[in-house]
């Protein structure tokens, strides 16, 4: 008869860092979601196909709101925003 796998698995590692993350799961230790941006870079990684849409994280850009409209604050906003807009298919490869 054959034996049935488990869909159950225990948590490894709670960790806040996206690289401690990494590290464990290149290690072999375990899995985890991580940011494509990130795992596609690394070509030992293997992505696993999940019935559920991956975790989003938001980006934050925080500012004092009297800083806005500071010419140099303000060509730094729209230079990131811009740069992350044209980076949106990597960040989010969907």
Known sequence: MAQERSTVSAVALEANSIRSQLR???AGLA???LPRVLADRHSELRYIDCPVAPPVRPLWLGFHSELRDIPRIRALIDFLVQALHEMRGELDPR
């Open 24 to 26: 464990v799961v290149e």
């Open 31 to 33: 899995m985890a979601a």
